[in-house]
């Protein structure tokens, strides 16, 4: 990958508490207020297992992300990984799978959501131009912010995110006192294939980590405050996630089923009566808001570092002349979130957002096991996997067996949106060299 003067130009300025909170405030999006129904329907009290299970598979790719995030520091994150392992073409699909397949199109259904959770609260926002005009303000906002500089950014995602952590906290704290131990009996063992199933659907609450080392090339000592950030991060959200299934198992029980839309709502409310499911109503909202607050700081780097290789327009590599910041990046990827937030046709394609990050996730891990067999002795200041290949494999077994578990539609879609990407490349490739 290229060193460009504009790469040498952005400022580290996020250190260790940012990475962590940027990656606990990504990952704890909109899924885990639904989440718990959905799993603990499924699997019971068995449902703990699957948080473990989950956790487990995510941690191997989180520690191959933690090695070769301390090798290579520049902005881009995956993308800059796969370049650097394998050359252009795959970090070209990568780049493109991960804003187009992952972040656009997610980021546009958060913004949905948060319209549809406040709806509750005014009514007016069912009507598609105020739902419009929120959209603008909110993103407005976020640009404003983010090109002002990283370090603006990231103070607002570390407050954002202790505003949205708190609610889940106190439902954790005080939910616990209301535990009925009879709804977290392990009776009724689910079948193989629910337990799987049922993983699969919930492995995607734990994904999107990654698109916080999209600033890489604005993190102080990648080498020390990479690992630590994921580690902090990604060990607080396993915590989280797996309290929260057990309160909310542990109140609600056989009730799951009537209260599978707003679960943690349903709690809230078991805990201080009906202005709880309002307050949980806001925090979704609020946590939505934080999860698309870190796309529009991380992502756009991924466009920058692309820019810069020469396979996106060159502006798209403009760094602000006063700020330092790849403003013109956060400024197309942020009006690109607009419109599909207004004009949807990202629903349809939902399913793409979750192949794209199993794809970019087993492109990332054979980046990690190509450039550690390159160099064997690595530098003695890099974090290196422990166990040899033993994690690196586990992480690709696992990615493919989520794989394998997809309808022969989404594999065709999916491999549509590559070859589209691939054409797009080899047009690209024969007008401009």
Same mark, same amino acid.
């Given at each position: 990958?290229?060193?460009?003067?504009?790469?040498?130009?952005? %400022?580290?300025?996020?250190?260790?508490?940012?990475?962590?909170?940027?990656?606990?405030n990504?990952? *704890?999006?909109?899924?885990?207020?639904?989440?718990?129904? *959905?799993?603990?329907?499924?699997?019971?009290?068995?449902?703990?297992?699957?948080?473990?299970?989950?956790?487990?598979?995510?941690?191997?790719?989180? $520690?191959?992300?933690?090695?070769?995030?301390? #090798?290579?520091?520049?902005?881009?994150?995956?993308?800059?990984?796969?370049v650097?392992?394998?050359?252009?073409?795959?970090?070209?699909?990568?780049?493109?799978?991960?804003?187009?397949?992952?972040?656009?199109?997610?980021?546009?259904?958060?913004?949905?959501?948060?319209? =549809?959770?406040?709806?509750?609260?005014?009514?007016?926002?069912?009507?598609?131009?105020?739902?419009?005009?929120?959209?603008?303000?909110?993103?407005?906002?976020?640009?404003?912010?983010?090109?002002?500089?990283? @370090?603006?950014?990231? %103070?607002?995602?570390?407050?954002?995110?202790?505003?949205?952590? !708190?609610?889940?906290?106190?439902?954790? +704290?005080?939910?616990?006192?209301?535990?009925?131990?009879?709804?977290?009996?392990?009776?009724?063992?689910?079948?193989? =294939?629910?337990?799987?199933?049922?993983?699969?659907?919930?492995?995607?609450?734990?994904?999107?980590?990654?698109?916080?080392?999209?600033?890489?090339?604005?993190?102080?000592?990648?080498?020390?405050?990479?690992?630590?950030?994921?580690?902090?991060?990604?060990?607080?959200?396993?915590?989280?996630?797996l309290?929260?299934?057990?309160?909310?198992?542990?109140?609600?029980g056989?009730? $799951?089923?009537?209260? %599978? /839309?707003?679960? !943690?709502?349903?709690?809230? /409310?078991?805990?201080?009566?009906?202005?709880?499911?309002?307050?949980?109503? +806001?925090?979704?909202?609020?946590?939505?808001?934080?999860?698309?607050?870190? /796309?529009?700081?991380?992502?756009?780097?991924? !466009?920058?570092?692309?820019?810069? /290789?020469?396979?996106?327009?060159?502006?798209?590599?403009?760094?602000?002349? @006063?700020?330092?910041?790849?403003y013109?990046?956060?400024?197309?990827?942020?009006a690109?979130?607009?419109?599909?937030?207004?004009f949807?046709?990202?629903? #349809?394609?939902?399913?793409?957002?979750?192949?794209?990050i199993?794809?970019?996730?087993?492109?990332?891990?054979?980046a990690?096991?190509?450039?550690?067999? #390159?160099?064997?002795? &690595?530098? @003695? &200041?890099?974090?290196?996997?422990p166990?040899? $290949?033993?994690?690196?494999?586990?992480?690709?077994?696992? +990615? *493919?067996?989520?794989?394998?578990?997809?309808? %022969?539609?989404?594999?065709?879609?999916?491999?549509?949106?590559?070859?589209?990407?691939?054409?797009?490349?080899?047009?690209?490739?024969? $007008?401009?060299?």
């Open positions: 990958m290229s060193n460009s003067s504009n790469e040498n130009s952005l %400022k580290r300025v996020v250190g260790v508490s940012g990475l962590s909170l940027n990656i606990i990504i990952t *704890i999006g909109a899924g885990i207020f639904a989440l718990p129904a *959905i799993v603990g329907i499924e699997l019971g009290a068995f449902s703990v297992f699957a948080y473990l299970f989950c956790g487990v598979m995510m941690a191997t790719i989180m $520690l191959c992300y933690a090695e070769i995030g301390t #090798q290579i520091t520049d902005s881009g994150g995956s993308y800059a990984y796969v650097a392992a394998f050359g252009e073409f795959p970090g070209y699909l990568v780049n493109w799978l991960s804003v187009f397949g992952w972040s656009i199109l997610g980021s546009a259904a958060l913004m949905n959501i948060i319209a =549809n959770s406040l709806t509750a609260i005014f009514p007016s926002l069912s009507n598609i131009l105020v739902r419009a005009l929120l959209f603008f303000l909110l993103l407005s906002l976020l640009v404003l912010t983010n090109v002002r500089g990283a @370090k603006e950014s990231v %103070k607002f995602i570390k407050w954002i995110t202790i505003i949205k952590i !708190l609610p889940l906290i106190c439902i954790i +704290i005080f939910g616990i006192t209301l535990i009925d131990t009879e709804n977290l009996s392990l009776s009724n063992t689910p079948s193989l =294939n629910t337990f799987s199933n049922t993983t699969l659907i919930l492995f995607f609450a734990f994904a999107g980590f990654e698109t916080a080392l999209g600033a890489s090339g604005e993190i102080i000592n990648p080498k020390r405050t990479i690992p630590l950030g994921i580690l902090i991060g990604g060990g607080t959200v396993l915590i989280i996630y309290l929260l299934q057990t309160v909310t198992q542990g109140i609600l056989g009730e $799951l089923e009537s209260v %599978k /839309d707003a679960p !943690l709502a349903a709690v809230a /409310d078991n805990i201080v009566g009906a202005i709880g499911g309002t307050l949980i109503l +806001i925090v979704t909202a609020i946590s939505c808001f934080g999860a698309v607050s870190s /796309d529009v700081l991380n992502t756009p780097r991924v !466009l920058f570092a692309g820019a810069n /290789d020469g396979l996106f327009p060159k502006f798209l590599g403009s760094v602000h002349p @006063k700020f330092s910041t790849p013109w990046s956060i400024i197309i990827f942020s690109l979130m607009f419109l599909f937030s207004v949807g046709g990202f629903e #349809q394609l939902a399913v793409l957002a979750s192949t794209a199993l794809l970019i996730y087993l492109f990332v891990i054979l990690m096991i190509k450039l550690r067999l #390159q160099n064997p002795k &690595n530098s @003695k &200041n890099n974090f290196r996997v166990g040899g $290949l033993v994690i690196p494999l586990a992480g690709i077994v696992a +990615i *493919i067996w989520l794989l394998s578990s997809l309808s %022969k539609t989404d594999m065709l879609s999916s491999l549509l949106f590559i070859a589209i990407v691939s054409i797009i490349y080899i047009i690209k490739m024969k $007008l401009f060299h």
